[in-house]
């Protein structure tokens, strides 16, 4: 049998039900189903055992990564999750704008038509200048909507070295990019 045994703080509570964690604390909730055949989920007081029965490493793996998902889910929970991208432009100026639920790219490289892009739920944007500011509780959906929106301003068939504009990502999680 392998087990990972994480102690959930005291002032977030944590549901179990089958594969399905929801944690719930300070006016957040965040919940996700896990799909690992060989893995279970206990709770016992305020320690979650993630663990398997199966001497396979795939499943013990599987462990080892509800585990960690487990985790960033509290720690989204307890303090949130903050990614900070900057818009960098030296041939056309950008402008980036929210209308509803779309993220608007104007002037992308003299672009007549702007780059747009549904933001993912549960991700807060804001824009002050070429600074833009992403919150969530979900350490996975804020990530993911970064990393689209670095995509979604990624050059092509021009050359890398003198087309540097773009949106890229500067800190995560108040961890500045080296």
């Known amino acids: 049998m392998y087990s990972i045994k994480y102690k959930v703080p005291g002032d977030v509570q944590v549901e179990v039900s089958g594969l399905t964690v929801t944690v719930k604390g300070k006016g957040r909730e965040d919940s996700r189903s896990f799909n690992a055949k060989h893995v279970e989920i206990k709770k016992d007081g305020d320690t979650i055992d993630v663990f398997t029965q199966s001497p396979r490493k795939v499943d013990r793996a599987d462990v080892g990564t509800i585990a960690g998902h487990i985790t960033n889910m509290v720690k989204g929970v307890e303090n949130g999750v903050t990614y900070k991208m900057k818009a960098v432009y030296a041939h ?3 402008t980036v704008k929210i209308t509803g ?5 104007e002037n992308f490289l003299g672009e007549k038509h702007a780059r747009t892009m549904k933001i ?3 991700v807060a ?3 002050k200048g ?3 500011t992403l919150t969530g509780v979900s350490k996975e959906r804020v990530g993911l909507c970064a990393a689209q929106i670095e995509q979604l301003c990624r050059v ?3 050359d890398r070295r003198v087309f540097q504009d ?3 990502i500067i800190e ?3 961890k500045p990019l080296k």
């Open 92 to 94: 056309f100026p950008l």
């Open 101 to 105: 639920n779309t993220l608007n790219i």
């Open 120 to 122: 993912v739920d549960g």
């Open 125 to 127: 944007i804001q824009i």
């Open 130 to 132: 070429q600074d833009i």
């Open 156 to 158: 092509r068939d021009r």
């Open 166 to 168: 773009g949106i890229y």
């Open 172 to 174: 995560k999680d108040s």
